[in-house]
């Protein structure tokens, strides 16, 4: 008579194809009869009536013959959800995509999106860029606005990125890594860019572009709702998204429009910067609200997420050696409200980016 510790013994090496776990640790032996020298069994897998389970019934059999087995009789069973996650579930499969776009890589990438085109979305993209290196963070932004790609402009940008062993170094400006669609075009003429082609294009950009290690990828996509930014929204989908907006009422309107399909695609909205917030008089100080007030409060009321910032109006002082039209300097007033709209966005994103 064989004993039935002995064959069970045996059978601990033979593995569940899909968990990658022992078939008996797993609870998988049923039953286990013995008349003789004949075996029955029953055995429960992750996965029934695969190529993989014939596999696994060849093995089994192989196994308790060499246990001295003259026939074995072999039965499958299913086991339960609740078994198959007390062995730790399924393995995920192994992420073969680009390095950036990986759900565990620490790059956390941030849309700055707009409801309608001129709120300032491509100046607060950059200036948040910037302000994030001087807070010590990795930072990359792709300008993906095809209605004008502005980044390289607003930072003084007049270099194109090198390509080094079909590798695209991105262009390095106040220590960001910039990476725009405008570098790619000739003369920056406008483009008609269809989404399936755009798509292609940020891909390449994940997949082509040496970014190095990144806390924080920016993203300045262009305004509105429309099947591009739908489509980026999707090829990212654990992108977070910043919505710019005006404090004009219908700016707002607009802005709502494209914090909803960030609900839609399941895109944390990380807040609202409302831009041209307002006009300081430097003789009194007083605030003059040139573009009406309330708007950024109705939509944050409307999304349920908070105000990252009010930015006044004003231009950066020009700095002749550093010629960037839109970079707000450090020791610039606006430029210190851009700082800590930067420490809000590190606070919320903490749990994602590398201490
Ligand atoms: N706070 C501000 N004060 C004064 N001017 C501003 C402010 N923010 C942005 N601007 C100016 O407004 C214009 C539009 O800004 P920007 O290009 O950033 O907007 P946008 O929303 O990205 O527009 P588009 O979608 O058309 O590219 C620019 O000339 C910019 O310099």
Same mark, same amino acid.
């Given at each position: 008579m064989l004993a039935k510790e002995k064959i069970i013994d045996a059978l601990k090496r033979v593995k569940d194809r899909d968990l990658n776990k022992s078939i008996v *640790?797993? !609870? !998988?032996?049923?039953n286990i009869k013995i008349n003789e020298d004949r075996v029955s069994l029953k055995i429960a897998v992750s996965k029934m009536g695969t190529g993989a389970q014939m596999e696994l019934q060849q093995e089994i059999v192989q196994i308790v013959k060499n246990e001295g087995a003259s026939s074995v009789g072999l039965r499958f069973d299913q086991l339960s959800d609740d078994e198959i996650e007390a062995?730790?579930?399924?393995? /995920?499969p192994k992420y073969e995509g680009p390095a950036l776009l990986n759900p565990e890589s620490p790059t956390t990438f941030i849309a700055v999106t707009s409801g309608k085109g001129g709120v300032g979305k491509s100046t607060v993209s950059v200036n948040l860029a910037t302000s994030l290196v001087r807070l010590g963070k990795r930072v990359g932004i792709i300008d993906a606005d095809i209605y004008g790609f502005s980044v390289p402009d607003m930072m003084g940008i007049d270099e194109r990125p090198q390509v080094v062993e079909n590798r695209i170094l991105p262009v390095e400006r106040f220590g960001v890594k910039v990476i725009?669609? !405008?570098?790619?075009v000739e003369n920056n003429a406008p483009v008609i860019?269809?989404?399936?082609?755009? !798509? %292609?294009m940020i891909n390449q950009f994940f997949t082509d572009v040496e970014w190095g290690e990144l806390d924080y990828l920016i993203l300045d996509l262009p305004p509105g709702t429309g099947d591009v930014a739908l489509d980026? =929204? %999707?090829?990212?989908? =654990?992108? /977070? *998204?910043i919505l710019v907006s005006t404090p004009h009422a219908t700016a707002a309107f607009v802005a709502a429009r494209a914090g909803t399909m960030a609900i839609k695609t =399941? =895109? *944390?909205i990380l807040g609202i910067v409302e831009n041209m917030a307002y006009f300081e008089s430097e003789l009194t100080g007083e605030k003059e609200y040139v573009f009406g007030k309330g708007g950024g409060d109705r939509l944050?009321? *409307?999304? %349920?997420t908070e105000i990252l910032g009010r930015i006044p109006l004003g231009q950066p002082e020009l700095d002749e050696e550093e010629f960037a039209p839109s970079i707000y300097s450090e020791s610039d007033k606006i430029g210190?409200?851009?700082i800590e709209i930067a420490k809000r966005v590190i606070e919320k994103t903490k749990r994602k980016t590398k201490a």
């Open positions: *640790e797993i !609870g !998988g032996i049923r062995a730790g579930g399924f393995p /995920k725009s669609m !405008g570098f790619f860019w269809r989404g399936p082609m755009l !798509g %292609k980026i =929204h %999707k090829m990212l989908p =654990h992108s /977070k *998204e =399941h =895109h *944390e944050s009321e *409307e999304l %349920k210190a409200v851009y």
